[in-house]
């Protein structure tokens, strides 16, 4: 099983509505939680991190974390064509932030 | 600040030779890493280092090597190059918060 798991999309939305990023983790000790984006043939940038259970806002942009079933999703209001990129989750297997682990990214497709 | 600055940008290797990919961040971050980006996939990371004279392995460190003589540079050495050594390749920083500073990339082809 890999360690970060991402549906690979594309998943397509119309300007404006919401997108839903999902990112599912293997590993229970897992402490820190974040998502980059990364525009087509650019590097990844940092958008939010998220360590504790609930959400957190930012934005037009929600991390959500539930640690007892292992997930991490990422909310886009209001969704612009702009923020057509791949989105990469990204984990820390162990405590502190040394080692970073990253799913193999969520397409988004926002049609205006 | 020039932040994470990867050299080069791109570069074409024959099966066999050697290259090292340079990386200098100006950041005074004790955190660097590299991680290649095969088409489509996800980053792996290759190796990491906590700070100068330390590194370790990540999840794909077969067929390269680092050192980290400096808090500024951790260049990756690619020995004997193989098709299969393709790829994107990120260097990043980190002030130790999870936030990875990334370069531009270098783009490697192994004919």
């Known amino acids: 099983q890999k360690e970060v798991e991402q549906n690979s999309g594309p998943l397509s939305v119309p300007e404006g509505a919401i997108a839903s990023l999902n990112c599912t983790y293997s590993?229970?000790?897992?402490?820190?939680f974040f998502w980059y984006r990364q525009y087509s043939g650019k590097s990844p940038e940092l958008i939010m991190s998220?360590?504790?259970?609930g959400d957190k806002e930012d934005g037009r942009f929600t991390a959500q974390l539930n640690k007892a079933s292992q997930y991490v999703s990422l909310l886009i209001r209001d969704s612009q064509p702009s923020d057509s990129a791949t989105y990469l989750c990204?984990?820390?297997?162990?405590?502190?932030?040394?080692?970073?682990?990253f799913g193999t990214g969520t397409r988004l497709l926002v049609s205006p | 600040n020039a932040g994470v600055t990867q050299t080069p940008k791109f570069r074409i290797l024959k099966i066999g030779q050697s290259m090292t990919l340079q990386c200098t961040q100006d950041?005074?971050?004790?955190?660097m890493y590299w991680y290649r980006q095969d088409p489509g996939m996800g980053l792996k990371l290759i190796y990491y280092?906590?700070?100068?004279?330390?590194?370790d392995k990540g999840e794909v460190p077969n067929g390269y090597n680092v050192s980290r003589s400096t808090t500024e540079d951790f260049p990756l050495r690619l020995e004997l190059a193989a098709p299969s050594q393709t790829s994107v390749y990120f260097c990043?920083?980190?002030?130790?918060?999870?936030?990875?500073?990334f370069g531009e990339g270098s783009r490697l082809t192994v004919l």
């Open positions: 990043a920083s980190s002030p130790d918060t999870g936030e990875l500073f």
């Open positions: 590993d229970r000790v897992s402490q820190s």
């Open positions: 998220i360590y504790s259970n």
């Open positions: 990204a984990i820390t297997s162990w405590p502190g932030f040394q080692k970073l682990v």
């Open positions: 950041m005074n971050h004790n955190y």
């Open positions: 280092s906590v700070g100068a004279g330390i590194t």
